[in-house]
C-alpha cells in the first residue's frame, strides 16, 4: 500500500495527470529491471546498483523521464535489448540518493504504458524510441461486475495474507477505474514475474481485470493450501503430544506386568546377537553403549533409526571371521592355467604369494596389485581365479567416475540417511576379513569440490595404515590388513603418483592371433556353446565333451582380422556368442542345425566385414609414413601425412595434436630444413612452401614424442618426392641433430603394427632390452630394424635414397674451369 501512497514531496505528478503530457512518439535512456514490474500510477522505491543502469539513470536525470523495462531472465547481468520485455512503463523520476556503495535510490512514478519501437543504442547504456499506448476508458454493467468480483477475490487474499496491509483493500474499493484497479491489485499481490509482465502487457481495461481475476483465484487456492497445511500440522504436533504421553503410562503399566514393547524387543534382539559375535573390545564397548542409548529413547523419536541402524552395522561387519586360504602352490597353478591363457608375469607373481604364505604364515603381507593392459585382456576375470584357487571370498567395487570422498569413507553420522563408505559396504557382503578385493577401473576415479576419492584410498591401499582405516560412519578402526587387494586400470598414467607409488604394476598386453585362436578354441567357443544350448554336460570340470558345433581355423581366423580389431578378446566373445544364438534359432525353429562354422558362412551370419585386415596402404605414397600409438586398447597404426602448398614457408598442423606432438613436428621440421643440401632440397622449395602435417582421426586427442622420426620421414619424402614404403610402421623421438631417442610402449606398439600387417618395423636401438617382452610369433613375421641416427630411418623407409644438391662453384672457379677447357680446345 505505502508504495502506491508514496510521491508527495519528491516533485511526482498527481495520479490522475499520469500520461497526460506524454507525445505519441519518444525517446528515453532504458533502465532494465531485473525482478520489478513498474504499473502505470504506481510510486515505488527503486536500488540501481548496475553500471549501465547507473549512466541510463544520469542521462534521464535532466528530463526528469526514463522507461523501466523488465528482463526476461531476472539473473542475466550484461542484459542485451534481446533480453528485455517489448512493453515497459514510462516513469517520472523523484529523488535520487548515492549510497557509499556506489548505488543509487531514488522514487519513480509510472506514468504510462509504452512500447519499444526502435532500439537506437545499446552502450555505454540503452536507449530506444517508444510509443505511448493510451488506455482507452470503458464502463458497461459488465465491466461494473467484473470490478466488484475482483475486489472480492482481493478482499479474501488480503485476509489470508498478512504481508498485505487492509489499507490496501480500502484503497482499491475507491478506485474507479477498471484498468487501474487491475494495476494496483498486480502490483500489490505478490504474483510471479511472468503474470505481472503479462497483466502489464494488456491494454483492454476488461481484459487485464479478467487476468487480474485469475491470477487472484490462483493465489487465493494457494493461501487456502496452506492454512490447511498450518492446521494439520499443529494438530499432528497435538496429537503426538498426545500419543507420548498416553504411551509413557502404558510403558509404565507393562513394566508393573513384566511385559516388553516392540521397542524393547528389538533392543532385547540385539543385546543375543552381541553376546554371539566376536569382535575386538573396543567395537564391543561401543555397540553395548549405543543398546544402552536406544533403550532409554522414547519409540517414536526420530533418533532411534539412526542409533538401530549404526548397531546394526557393527553387528553385520566382519571382525574376526576369515575363510581359511589353501596355500597348495600346484593346485593354485592348474586352477590359473586352466581359465587363462598366457598372463604368465600375474601368474607367476600369485603363485610366489602363496609359497611366502605357505612358509611365512599368517605373518605375510598381502600384496597390493595393479593390473594394468587393454579393455578385455582378462585383469578382472584374472583376479576372480586368483581367489578361488585361494579359497577366498571375491568382492568388487568399481571406482570409475566416483568424484565423492565419501563414497570412499562414508558420511558422519550427523547426516540425515548417513551410511559407511563403498569399503565397508563392501567388507559387509563379503563377510570376511580376508576376501580378495577388487577395486575396478582405478585410472578413471575422479576429484571435484566433494573431495578427492584418490585420496581417501591412500589409507586403504597402504599396508602401514590399512590396519586402523577409519570410516567417518563408523568412528572405529577396522582393520584391512588381511584382504588381498587387487586394482585394476587400463592407463597407469591416469592414476595419481601418490596412489601409483603404493602399487604393485603387473601389465597386460594385447593378444597376439595366434592367442586369440588359442583362447578362443579352448575358453571362448566351450563356454558360448554351453550357454546357448549347444554342448552336452562339462566333462572333468574343464571342456565340454564333444561340442555339436564346430569352428574351423580359418573361420576363427577370419573373424579376428575382419569383424575384430582389439588388444584383448571381448569383441571375438561376442562375434561368437553372435553366431552360436543364430545356431541356436535354426535349432529351436527346427531347422537342420549348421555343425561346422566355414568362413563362407560369416557373411550370413555376422554381416559384411568391420574392418579391414591389413590397414597399410595398397601402394607406396609420397608424404605419408606409418607412425605406431598406444591407447588404452592397446595400440594402433596412426598414419602421417603431409602435403606442399604454395606459400612462406610456414608449418601447419592438424589433428588434434598435443603440445608434445606439435614439438616434435618442429624439429622434425626443422632437421629437415638443417639438412636440405643433403637430402637433395632445393631452398627455393623451403622458402616458397609451406608445409602440412595432418594426423588423421581428428576427434581423437594425440600427443608424445615417439611419432618424431615417423613425422621427420614423411616430410622428407614430401620435400623430395619418393615415396615412403607401405609396409614400414616407425616410432622413435627425433632430436634436432638427427638422434633417435627411446620410446615407451613398445610391445604394444609391435602388437599394434603386427596385427595392421605392417612386415618392417623401425624402432630405436636403445629399446632393444624390451624386445623380451615381445611374443616370439610376433619377432618372426616382423624384420626388426633398430636404428641411431635419422640417416638410418631413411635408408629402411624410403624406396630410394635422397641424392644430395650439387653445391655451386664461385666466380672463381668457374674462370679457371673456362681457362682449362679453352687451352684443352687450343691444343
Not at 504504458?113 to 482507452?136: D, Y
Request: proline share 6%; glycine share 6%.
Amino acid at each position: 500500500m505505502q508504495n502506491w501512497l508514496l510521491g508527495a514531496g519528491f516533485g511526482l505528478q498527481p495520479e490522475n495527470q499520469a500520461d497526460a503530457s506524454l507525445p505519441e512518439t519518444f525517446e528515453s535512456p532504458v533502465i532494465p529491471l531485473q525482478d520489478v514490474v513498474v504499473y502505470p500510477r504506481s510510486v515505488l522505491p527503486l536500488t540501481i546498483t548496475r553500471e549501465r543502469a547507473l549512466r541510463a539513470l544520469e542521462a534521464a536525470r535532466p528530463s526528469g523521464l526514463a522507461v523501466t523495462l523488465t528482463q526476461k531472465l531476472p539473473a542475466a547481468e550484461n542484459v542485451r535489448p534481446s533480453d528485455l520485455y517489448n512493453i515497459g512503463t514510462a516513469v517520472a523520476l523523484g529523488r535520487v540518493l548515492h549510497m557509499p556503495d556506489e548505488s543509487a535510490s531514488l522514487i519513480v512514478q509510472g506514468r504510462a504504458r509504452v512500447k519499444v519501437l526502435e532500439w537506437l543504442q545499446a552502450t555505454p547504456f540503452m536507449v530506444a524510441r517508444f510509443m505511448t499506448i493510451r488506455e482507452p476508458v470503458v464502463q458497461s454493467p459488465q465491466v461494473e461486475a467484473m470490478m466488484r468480483a475482483v475486489i472480492s477475490l482481493f478482499e479474501q487474499v488480503v485476509e489470508r495474507n498478512e504481508r498485505i496491509p487492509e489499507e490496501a483493500l480500502v484503497y482499491a474499493m475507491n478506485i474507479q477505474e477498471a484498468g487501474w484497479l487491475a494495476d494496483f491489485i498486480a502490483q500489490s499481490v505478490p504474483f510471479s514475474l511472468t503474470a505481472r509482465q503479462e497483466i502489464l502487457e494488456l491494454i483492454d481495461p476488461f481484459a487485464r481485470l479478467q487476468k487480474t481475476s485469475i491470477w487472484l483465484a490462483r493465489e487465493l487456492d494457494m493461501l487456502e493450501l496452506e492454512d490447511r497445511i498450518h492446521e494439520r500440522a499443529q494438530s499432528q504436533v497435538d496429537k503426538s503430544q498426545r500419543e507420548y504421553y498416553l504411551r509413557e503410562q502404558l510403558r509404565s503399566i507393562q513394566a508393573e506386568l513384566g511385559e516388553l514393547d516392540s521397542s524393547m524387543n528389538d533392543v532385547k534382539l540385539l543385546r543375543e546377537r552381541l553376546s554371539k559375535k566376536s569382535m575386538p573390545p573396543a567395537v564391543r564397548e561401543r555397540a553395548e553403549r549405543e543398546i544402552a542409548k536406544l533403550e532409554q529413547l522414547h519409540s517414536a523419536s526420530p533418533e532411534v533409526g539412526m542409533v538401530r541402524d549404526y548397531i546394526e552395522w557393527l553387528l553385520d561387519l566382519p571382525w574376526t571371521e576369515s575363510t581359511p586360504d589353501n596355500l597348495d602352490v600346484q593346485h593354485a597353478a592348474r586352477i590359473l592355467d586352466e581359465r587363462h591363457y598366457g598372463l604368465k608375469k600375474a601368474k607367476e607373481r600369485i603363485l610366489e604369494h602363496i609359497a611366502v604364505c605357505k612358509l611365512k604364515g599368517s605373518l605375510s603381507r598381502s600384496p597390493i596389485l595393479c593390473f594394468v593392459g587393454p579393455p578385455g585382456t582378462g585383469k578382472t576375470s584374472l583376479a576372480r581365479s586368483i581367489a578361488d584357487s585361494l579359497g577366498r571370498r571375491f568382492v568388487r567395487m568399481s571406482v570409475g567416475g566416483v568424484h565423492d570422498e565419501a563414497e570412499i569413507r562414508g558420511h558422519r553420522r550427523t547426516y540425515i540417511g548417513a551410511l559407511p563408505g563403498r569399503i565397508l559396504q563392501t567388507m559387509r557382503r563379503a563377510g570376511t576379513v580376508n576376501p580378495l578385493f577388487v577395486i575396478d577401473e582405478l585410472d578413471k576415479i575422479g576429484s571435484d569440490f566433494r573431495g578427492d576419492p584418490s585420496a581417501a584410498l591412500l589409507e586403504v591401499l597402504d599396508p602401514e595404515q590399512n590396519a586402523e582405516f577409519e570410516d567417518h560412519y563408523l568412528d572405529l578402526p577396522y582393520d584391512l590388513s588381511r584382504v588381498m587387494w587387487i586394482t585394476t586400470a587400463n592407463y597407469l598414467y591416469d592414476i595419481p603418483p601418490a596412489l601409483r607409488d603404493r602399487l604393485e604394476v603387473v601389465e597386460f598386453s594385447g593378444y597376439i592371433e595366434e592367442e586369440k585362436l588359442h583362447i578362443a578354441r579352448y575358453f571362448l567357443i566351450p563356454r558360448q556353446l554351453a550357454e546357448n544350448g549347444l554342448s552336452t554336460t562339462l566333462a572333468n570340470g574343464q571342456h565340454p565333451s564333444p561340442i555339436s558345433v564346430h569352428f574351423s581355423q580359418e573361420a576363427l581366423r577370419r573373424i579376428i582380422r575382419e569383424y575384430t580389431y582389439e588388444a584383448g578378446v571381448r569383441n571375438l566373445d561376442r562375434a561368437i556368442a553372435n553366431i552360436c544364438r543364430k545356431i541356436a534359432r535354426r535349432v529351436a525353429e527346427g531347422k537342420p542345425p549348421i555343425h561346422r562354422v566355414t568362413p563362407a558362412m560369416l557373411p550370413r551370419l555376422l554381416g559384411p566385414p568391420q574392418f579391414d585386415y591389413g590397414q597399410v596402404d595398397k601402394q607406396d605414397q609420397v608424404g605419408v609414413a606409418n607412425g605406431v600409438a598406444w591407447d588404452e586398447a592397446g595400440g594402433d597404426l596412426m598414419p602421417i601425412e603431409v602435403i606442399l602448398v604454395e606459400g612462406k614457408g610456414e608449418l601447419t598442423l592438424t589433428g588434434q595434436l598435443g603440445e608434445v606432438m606439435q614439438e616434435s613436428a618442429k624439429a622434425a621440421v626443422s632437421y629437415a630444413r638443417a639438412r636440405a643440401a643433403e637430402l637433395g632440397i632445393s631452398r627455393r622449395t623451403l622458402e616458397k612452401s609451406d608445409i602440412h602435417i595432418h594426423v588423421p582421426e581428428g576427434a581423437v586427442a594425440k600427443d608424445g614424442p615417439s611419432a618424431g622420426i615417423a613425422m621427420a620421414t614423411a616430410i622428407i619424402s614430401a620435400l623430395t618426392k619418393i615415396p615412403v614404403r607401405r609396409d614400414v610402421a616407425m616410432t622413435g623421438e627425433i632430436t634436432l641433430r638427427g638422434r633417435v631417442l627411446p620410446i615407451g610402449s613398445l610391445k604394444e606398439k609391435l602388437l599394434a603394427a603386427h596385427r595392421a600387417g605392417i612386415r618392417t618395423f623401425i624402432m630405436p636401438k636403445k629399446n632393444a632390452k624390451n624386445l623380451e617382452e615381445v611374443p616370439k610369433k610376433v619377432l618372426r613375421d616382423l624384420t626388426i630394424i633398430q636404428v641411431t641416427t635419422m640417416e638410418e630411418v631413411l635408408q629402411a623407409a624410403l624406396v630410394t635414397m635422397p641424392q644430395p644438391v650439387a653445391k655451386p662453384s664461385s666466380p672463381k672457379g668457374r674462370k679457371r674451369k673456362k681457362a682449362l677447357a679453352d687451352t684443352a680446345s687450343t691444343s
